[in-house]
C-alpha cells in the first residue's frame, strides 16, 4: 500500500489565506505524534475561492478540502490522516461523491498547469516523476533534429501565451536562421496586467517545467544562454526558480553538454525585473536586462536577427514555454486537437474580480466566456447582475454581457474590441463604474508610459485628465468625441503595444458603455454609483434606530451619535466607501 | 510617465543621511566590469541601505565608472528604487484590476487618515511608508495589501486599519 500523500497549496496566495500556519499545524502534530506520512508543499491548487486547501491521496483516492484553518487542520489530522475517515463536509472535490463545486473542473483541460498543485515544485524528483525532463531527453536520445523540434511546435499551433498571439514554433524559426555562435533565449516572466496571476501560478507550482521548456528552446535553435526576466514583486517565483536551477544543474539538464550531448551548452540565469510595466514588450525587456531603462525600441531589426547584446534572441511567455515540454513528448496532435482553426490548445486565465468562484483555470480555446464565467466561475457574487468582463488588462477591453457567447479564441476576442491578453479575467458587477474603470486602466498606463512616444505620453495624459473630470462629475459637451479622437492618434503613433493598446479600455467602454458616459457629463449621475465625488451618504433621521453599527464599522470615524440617538455623518472626513450603507439594517443610510 | 519623477526629485527633496559607505565594497566587487551590472547594482544598494542614497550613487560612479547621470537615469525609471528613506514597515496597498474593483481605493483612503500620511510618504515617527502597487498578483484574495513580506487578503477598510494599529502597538511595547 502507498503512503498517504498529504498536500497544501502553498503559492504566494494561498500563503496569504493562511496556509503556512495550516502546514505548521500538520507538520507539528505529525512529528508529536510520530506518524508515517508524506506531507508536501504544492503549488496553486486553483481553487483560488476556497484557499487554503488541503489535498489527501491514499489508495489512489483523492480527497480537497477547501477553507481550511487551524482548528479544521487538526479535525481531519485526527480524522482523516490517523484513522483515514474522511471529513465530507469539508472536501470541495473528490472523485468518490459529488460536491457544489464539481462544476469548477468540468470542461478544464490542464497542460500547462498539468503539474500545478500536483506536485512540490522545490523537488526535482517530484518533476521527474511526472514525466519531467523527459521531453529533452527524447530529444537528445532519440536525436530529433532542430528543424523537427520546431516543426513540432509550428504543428501544435502553440501561440505567444503572453498576449500576442504570434506562432511560437515561427519565431523560432525566425531565430534558429539567424546564425549566431551565441544566441539568447529569454522568457518573458514580467508578468505586468493587473489582475492577472497565471505566470506567477507556473513559476511558483511548476518552475521546471519553464526551465525544460527553455532548454527545448535553446536546442532547438541553438540558444547558449538563458534569461528568465522576474518581477521583483513575485519573490516567492524567484525563490523557486532559484532552487530549481541548482537542482538542474546539478542533474547535468543544464550546464555543459546536457545530458551527455557534446556541445550542447546551455544555462539560465534569473533576472530579477525593478518594477516597470513597460518591460513586459519584448525590446524593453533586453534593454532592462542590458541594464537600461527599459524602452522600446523600432522593430525590425526584430529580436530573432538582433536582439539582447545585439545577438539572435528568442523571447517567449512562461506559460508557452510550460507548454513545450508536453508538446514535445506526447506529439503536436496532442496540443492540436484542442481549440478552433486559428487557437490551438488550451488557455489559462486567472479569474477575479466580483465572481464566486475565483481562481486559475486551463481551458480548451475555444469554449464561450460564458461558460468559463458562469459555468466553472460559478456566476457573479451576491446575486448581483453581471454588467461586463475584462480581458487583457490595460491593453485588453471590457466585453458586456450580449457579447458573452463570444469564445475564447484570439481572433474572436480581438474582434470584440478586447484583446485575449495573457489571460486575466476581470469580472465586474452592476456596482462597477464603467467610466471610472476606463480612468482606472488609464491611470495606469499614463503612469506607466516610458515617454518615449510623443503620442503615448502627452496623449494619455490627456485623455486621463478627461475621464478624471468626468468622473468627478466635470464632464463637457464633446468630451467622448475628444476622447475617441486621441485614441485614434496614441493608437496610431505610438511604437510598441502599451502605446498601441492603451485606448482599448476606452474605446470598448464607450462602445457598448456609452450611456454611462453620457449620464456622468449631462447629468452628474454616476448609475453605478461607483463615482465618490458623485455620491453623498447621509442619515435619514426617522428609520435611524442609534444601533451604532454603521459607527462601528466606519474605518475613518466619520459617524457619531450615542448609542439609541440619531447618528450623523461627517461629510468632511466621510471617505465614502459605503459600509455603513451596506451594514445598516434598517435603510437608514440614504446614497444620493 | 516615468520620467515624470525626475522633475520631482530635485535635490533639495532628497534627505542627506550619513550612511556607511565601506558596505558597498561587496555589492562593487561582485558587479564590477559586468555587462548590463546598473541594475542589479542599484538593487543590492537597495538591499543594504532600505533605498538609494545619493552619496552611494556618487561612490559607485567613482569605483565603477559608471555614469552618475544614467545610474539616476534608471533610478528614476524604475518604480523599485527610492532615493529618500523609507519607515520601517512598508505598506503596499495592491492597486490592481481585481482589486481596484473591489474597492481598493476604501483601503488606501483608510491608511491615509489613519496614518495621517499622502500615499508614498512615510510617518513622521519614521514607522510607516505607505504605497500603491500595482499588481500583487493576490487577486483572488481581492483586496490585498502586503506589509514588509506579509500578505493580507480580503480586507475592509476597518480591517486594514486594525491590522496597522496593531503593529503601532507592537512597536509601542
Redesign the interface.
Known amino acids: 500500500m502507498e503512503k498517504m500523500k498529504v498536500l497544501i497549496g502553498m503559492a504566494?496566495?494561498g500563503?496569504?489565506?493562511g496556509a503556512s500556519k495550516v502546514y505548521d499545524k500538520i507538520y507539528a502534530l505529525k512529528e508529536s505524534e510520530k506518524l508515517d506520512f508524506e506531507l508536501v508543499k504544492t503549488g496553486c491548487i486553483g481553487m483560488?475561492?476556497r484557499?487554503p486547501l488541503v489535498e489527501i491521496i491514499e489508495d489512489g483516492n483523492s480527497f480537497l478540502y477547501g477553507e481550511i484553518d487551524e482548528k479544521k487542520a487538526v479535525e481531519i489530522f485526527e480524522k482523516h490522516i490517523k484513522l483515514s475517515e474522511p471529513i465530507k463536509e469539508y472536501v470541495v472535490k473528490t472523485d468518490l461523491f459529488e460536491t457544489k463545486d464539481d462544476t469548477f473542473w468540468k470542461g478544464q483541460v490542464k497542460i500547462a498547469l498539468r503539474n500545478c498543485g500536483v506536485i512540490d515544485p522545490e523537488s526535482i524528483s517530484d518533476y521527474e516523476t511526472q514525466n519531467g525532463y523527459n521531453a529533452i531527453k527524447k530529444i537528445l536520445n532519440e536525436n530529433i533534429s532542430q528543424e523537427t523540434v520546431i516543426q513540432s511546435i509550428i504543428d501544435s499551433g502553440l501561440r505567444g501565451r503572453g498576449g500576442g498571439g504570434f506562432s511560437t514554433g515561427m519565431k523560432w524559426k525566425f531565430a534558429f536562421n539567424n546564425k549566431s555562435d551565441e544566441k539568447y533565449i529569454i522568457c518573458n516572466a514580467d508578468?505586468?496586467?493587473?489582475?492577472?496571476?497565471m505566470d506567477?501560478s507556473v513559476l511558483e507550482g511548476d518552475p521546471h517545467a519553464v526551465l525544460e521548456g527553455m532548454t527545448i528552446a535553446a536546442y532547438a535553435i541553438g540558444g547558449t544562454e538563458g534569461v528568465i526576466y522576474c518581477r521583483?514583486?513575485?519573490?516567492l517565483a524567484i525563490i523557486r526558480l532559484n532552487i530549481a536551477l541548482a537542482q538542474a544543474r546539478e542533474k547535468g539538464y543544464l550546464g555543459k553538454n546536457i545530458y551527455g550531448k557534446q556541445g550542447f551548452n546551455f544555462d539560465i540565469h534569473v533576472k530579477?525585473g525593478?518594477?516597470?510595466?513597460?518591460c513586459g514588450e519584448e525590446t524593453a525587456l533586453m534593454a532592462?536586462?542590458?541594464?537600461?531603462?527599459?524602452m522600446p525600441r523600432r522593430r525590425p531589426p526584430f529580436p530573432a536577427a538582433s536582439g539582447l547584446?545585439k545577438k539572435p534572441t528568442n523571447i517567449n511567455n512562461v506559460e508557452t514555454f510550460a507548454n513545450v515540454p508536453s508538446i514535445i513528448l506526447n506529439g503536436a496532435n496532442s496540443y492540436n486537437i484542442y481549440g478552433t482553426e486559428k487557437s490551438k490548445g488550451t488557455k489559462v486565465f486567472?479569474?477575479?474580480?466580483?465572481i464566486n468562484r475565483?481562481?486559475l483555470v486551463e481551458v480548451p480555446m475555444g469554449i464561450t466566456i460564458n461558460d468559463v464565467i458562469f459555468k466553472l466561475g460559478g456566476g457573479i457574487q451576491d446575486n448581483k447582475k453581471f454588467k461586463a468582463v475584462?480581458l487583457g488588462?490595460p491593453s485588453g477591453g471590457c466585453i458586456p454581457e450580449h457579447l458573452t457567447d463570444t469564445i475564447v479564441d484570439y481572433d474572436s476576442v480581438t474582434a470584440t474590441g478586447a484583446i485575449m491578453g495573457s489571460g486575466?479575467m476581470?469580472?465586474?458587477d452592476e456596482t462597477?463604474c464603467m467610466v471610472d474603470?476606463a480612468r482606472?486602466?488609464l491611470d495606469?498606463t499614463?503612469?506607466?508610459?516610458?515617454?518615449k512616444c510623443t503620442f503615448c505620453?502627452i496623449g494619455?495624459?490627456r485623455m486621463l485628465e478627461i475621464l478624471t473630470r468626468i468622473t468627478e462629475g466635470e464632464g463637457r459637451e464633446g468630451d467622448i468625441e475628444m476622447l475617441e479622437e486621441l485614441s485614434v492618434q496614441i493608437k496610431d503613433n505610438s511604437l510598441c503595444g502599451l502605446g498601441q493598446t492603451a485606448p482599448n479600455p476606452v474605446l470598448t467602454t464607450i462602445k457598448y458603455f456609452r450611456n454611462e458616459y453620457e449620464a456622468h457629463i449631462h447629468s452628474k449621475k454616476c448609475p453605478a454609483h461607483g463615482c465618490?465625488k458623485l455620491l453623498t451618504y447621509t442619515v435619514v433621521e426617522d428609520k435611524c434606530t442609534g444601533c451604532t453599527v454603521c459607527a462601528k464599522?466606519?474605518?475613518?470615524n466619520a459617524i457619531t451619535g450615542e448609542r439609541k440617538q440619531k447618528h450623523l455623518i461627517n461629510q468632511e472626513?466621510c471617505?465614502k466607501?459605503?459600509?455603513c450603507f451596506n451594514k445598516c439594517k434598517f435603510e437608514a443610510i440614504k446614497l444620493s | 510617465?516615468?520620467?515624470?519623477r525626475i522633475a520631482i526629485e530635485n535635490d533639495a527633496n532628497i534627505i542627506q543621511t550619513p550612511i556607511d559607505i565601506n558596505k558597498l565594497e561587496p555589492v562593487i566587487e561582485k558587479y564590477k566590469n559586468k555587462?548590463?551590472?546598473?541594475?542589479?547594482i542599484?538593487?543590492a544598494t537597495q538591499n543594504i541601505y532600505g533605498f538609494v542614497p545619493k552619496t552611494a550613487l556618487e561612490y559607485i560612479s567613482q569605483k565603477t565608472g559608471l555614469q552618475l547621470s544614467?545610474m539616476f537615469?534608471?533610478a528614476t525609471?524604475?518604480?523599485?528604487?527610492r532615493l529618500n528613506p523609507v519607515g520601517k514597515h512598508i505598506i503596499k496597498v495592491c492597486?490592481?484590476?481585481?482589486?481596484?474593483?473591489?474597492?481598493a481605493?476604501?483601503i488606501t483612503?483608510?491608511l491615509m487618515?489613519?496614518l495621517k500620511v499622502k500615499d508614498g510618504e512615510t510617518t513622521p515617527d519614521n514607522l510607516f511608508t505607505l504605497e500603491s502597487?500595482?499588481?500583487?498578483?493576490?487577486?483572488?484574495?481581492?483586496p490585498?495589501m502586503m506589509i514588509d513580506?506579509e500578505?493580507?487578503?480580503k480586507l475592509?477598510?476597518?480591517s486594514?486599519?486594525n491590522i496597522v494599529k496593531e503593529i503601532q502597538l507592537k512597536e509601542k511595547n
Open positions: 504566494s496566495c500563503i496569504a489565506a483560488c475561492f484557499e508578468e505586468g496586467d493587473p489582475g492577472a496571476f506567477r521583483a514583486e513575485y519573490p530579477e525593478a518594477g516597470a510595466f513597460v532592462s536586462i542590458e541594464g537600461e531603462r527599459g547584446w486567472a479569474l477575479t474580480g466580483k475565483g481562481g475584462q488588462g486575466g476581470v469580472v465586474m462597477t474603470m482606472f486602466f495606469f499614463q503612469k506607466e508610459s516610458c515617454g505620453r494619455t495624459k465618490k464599522n466606519c474605518p475613518v472626513t471617505i466607501c459605503g459600509v | 510617465m516615468r520620467i515624470k555587462k548590463g551590472n546598473l541594475i542589479p542599484l538593487q544614467d537615469g534608471v525609471f524604475y518604480a523599485q528604487f492597486h490592481g484590476t481585481a482589486c481596484h474593483v473591489q474597492n481605493n476604501i483612503d483608510s487618515e489613519v502597487v500595482a499588481c500583487l498578483g493576490c487577486c483572488s484574495l481581492a490585498v513580506n500578505t493580507f487578503g475592509s477598510g476597518k486594514s486599519v
